[in-house]
Structure formats: C-alpha cells, structure tokens
C-alpha cells in the first residue's frame, strides 16, 4: 500500500513540475543583472548577442533601474544573427539618465523582441514583441576595483512585467525631454 500510495504522489509532483513548465515563458526571453560601481573607473559592460536560434534580427530592450527600483533609462538596441554589442554601463547606460544623476548600483532588465519593421526596433521600447534568442553577460566593479563577469540570469516575463515596462519607458519619452535615452553602441541612437 504505501509503494502504491507512493507512486501516485511521485506522479502527482511529476504532473505539477511539466504543468507549470509548460506555463512559462521561453528561456532567453527575460535576462536580469546588476551594475555596480558605476561612475568610477574602470567602467562596467553589457554584452549581448543574438545566437541566430530565433531565425533573423532580434531587439535587445535594455532597461536600466537605479537601486531605488526607479526606471533611469531605456532603450532598444538592435543584434543581427551572430551578432554582438557591448554597452558602456557609464556612457551607454547611466550616461544620460532621467534625472541626470549617475546612480553607483542598479538593475539591468533586457527583454529580447522582435523587429517592428525590417532592421528596426521600436523607438523606446514602447510596444514590445518578446521572442526569445538574446544572451548576454556583464561585468561588474566590485569593491576595491576587482573586476568579475557573469552571465546576465533568465527570469520569467510576465504580460504584467510587459505592460509595466513598456509604461515606465513610454513615461520617460513623454516626460523626459531627451532625458532617460540610453544609447546603442553601434549607431548611439534608438
């Protein structure tokens, strides 16, 4: 009795684990990290690229958030198959933040998305198509100016982060005055 009664609560577990699998979104679809030590020297990077898996260009949707969970800066960086950029966490990212403060610590959030028209991504990440494919790592200053990389951690994007993100980002072109842009390395443009 007890291996049978076993047995259904292995499967049970076993039907909940695929269920909820199947419910999340792709990997690569969502990638976190942190910046720290901004504004000093050496300078942080992001570095992000597109595997080719998702068949053609993708977006990289990079929003930057200061360690009071506050939006800084957004942009959408294009990434041909195979390609890489690499972002300046100082110039790119924090260079031209909305409140004009280079904040020392925060998050980096990068949703890869499809192209809105052949070779373009969204101005501001307004109106995002996630599709998964975009990878990326970053370094990070630690204390007494050792420099460590990582790669940037997958997470789950919900519609709800989607809605939120885009609405923040959209905040910032309306209210920013040019302020909250950040750049992409290639042409220094959204």
């Known amino acids: 009795m007890r291996r049978i009664t076993m047995l259904v609560v292995c499967t049970l577990a076993l039907a909940v684990c695929v269920g909820s699998a199947a419910a999340q979104e ?5 990638k976190i990290d ?3 030590g901004a504004g000093g020297t050496p300078d942080g990077t992001l570095r992000i690229t597109n595997p080719g ?3 053609g260009g993708l977006c990289a949707s990079i929003f930057v958030f200061d360690s009071y969970q506050e939006l800084q800066a957004c942009c959408s960086c294009y990434i041909s198959p195979d390609g890489l950029i690499t972002l300046s966490v100082n110039a790119d990212l924090l260079g031209n933040t909305l409140t004009g ?8 959030k990068i949703v890869s998305s499809a192209l809105k028209a052949p ?6 990440p307004s109106s995002l198509t996630p599709t998964a494919g975009l990878r990326a790592w970053a370094t ?3 204390t ?18 989607v809605k939120r993100l885009q609405a923040e980002c959209f905040g910032i072109q309306l209210d920013g005055s040019g302020q909250g842009q950040c750049y992409c390395p290639s042409e220094k443009t959204l």
């Open 26 to 30: 792709p990997a690569d679809t969502l």
């Open 34 to 36: 942190y910046y720290s």
């Open 53 to 55: 898996t998702a068949g």
């Open 101 to 108: 403060v280079e904040p020392v610590t925060g998050a980096i």
């Open 119 to 124: 070779l373009t991504c969204p101005y501001y």
């Open 140 to 142: 990070h200053i630690q």
């Open 144 to 161: 007494g100016g050792v420099i460590t990389e990582t790669a940037s951690q997958d997470a789950t994007l919900s519609a709800a982060e």
